[in-house]
């Protein structure tokens, strides 16, 4: 059986249908949603001037932020598109070549709507990290001058920012699949079970989920900055990586490498998306090892063990088999 394509919500449902079915399917999403607005507005009634600092940390006029914004929002764009034109002639995964499998067809308004928020606290953060660094005292832990680059705080804290931020976000992301919390954060970016959209498909997650790992990412700079220093343009470099690969884990190029434990392979993601219990890091797979959540690629020819259930590919988000026997 080759993969049941999501059910979409046709033209021809009438319009009260349609958000009947909407809050029926994304209810839970949206609860989660409600709360973590009203933690805000809680910040915003009792603590108006950390609600500020929040928002806008370096303190910049409206004009300035509202350009600072745009900027981030046309840097995001271009880095999909130079992603998109230099691997345009790569390899797809096997296992969209060999079954014809295909994910969500379309995304639908609380998917945009959900992209806008996390577009916001992307930037919130961004700029945060940036006060961090202009505020900084001590250029040993963090730096932006030219003169203060040095070999610890360049490509050994590159290395390790990407080491540790996998070591925190490995066992969130197992958390956000604990069965009770999963349908209220994180079922929301499974349902696309085969990401082609790159940017689209990485960022649209329910915002809490991009809250909790902003935040593991912000515990991890503040520790590489004292355990080996850490200069702005190691933090540029790590944010334009970043991005990168967070996009192509989100298509359907085969794109891998190795690099002393960075084991990078959007197989392994496409395969968390696939099955949603495995392969919960990003790029350092031995942390899924050391967990035992690490699954290797199925490439949909032949069935997988009876360790696996029987069939290859069982989608665990609808239910439908994403295996198609080639005969």
């Not at 998109?84 to 096997?94: C, S």
Request: proline residues 5%.
């Amino acid at each position: 059986a080759g993969l049941t394509p999501p059910r979409l919500v046709t033209h021809s449902r009438k319009k009260g249908e349609t958000m009947l079915l909407s809050r029926h399917r994304h209810g839970k999403s949206l609860v989660a949603l409600g709360l973590f607005f009203g933690v805000l507005g809680c910040v915003a009634w009792f603590r108006p001037s950390q609600f500020r600092e929040l928002l806008n940390p370096l303190e910049l006029n409206l004009w300035l932020y509202v350009a600072a914004y745009v900027g981030k929002c046309a840097s995001l764009a271009g880095i999909d598109l130079l992603v998109e034109k230099l691997f345009v002639r790569g390899e797809p995964l096997p296992y969209r070549k060999n079954t014809g499998a295909v994910g969500l067809a379309q995304l639908e308004r609380i998917d945009y709507f959900f992209l806008a928020i996390n577009s916001f606290v992307e930037f919130a953060f961004a700029a945060h990290v940036g006060r961090l660094v202009v505020t900084s005292e001590d250029p040993r832990d963090i730096a932006w001058r030219p003169s203060d680059l040095g070999l610890c705080n360049t490509v050994p804290a590159l290395y390790l920012i990407f080491a540790l931020d996998d070591l925190f976000y490995a066992p969130a992301h197992r958390l956000m699949h604990v069965p009770w919390l999963y349908p209220y954060v994180h079922k929301h970016h499974h349902r696309q079970n085969l990401p082609t959209r790159g940017y689209l498909d990485a960022g649209n997650e329910h915002p809490v989920e991009q809250v909790i790992g902003l935040t593991c990412l912000w515990v991890t700079l503040r520790i590489v900055a004292k355990l080996v220093g850490l200069h702005a343009l190691t933090i540029v470099t790590h944010f334009f990586l970043y991005a990168v690969l967070a996009l192509l884990n989100h298509t359907n190029l085969d794109i891998h490498f190795d690099f002393f434990g960075f084991e990078y392979s959007v197989r392994a993601h496409e395969m968390h998306h696939r099955f949603p219990q495995s392969n919960l890091a990003q790029y350092f797979m031995v942390w899924d090892k050391l967990m035992g959540t690490y699954k290797p690629y199925l490439d949909g020819l032949k069935r997988a063990s009876s360790s696996n259930g029987g069939l290859a590919n069982k989608d665990n988000n609808n239910g439908s088999s994403t295996v198609k026997k080639l005969l």
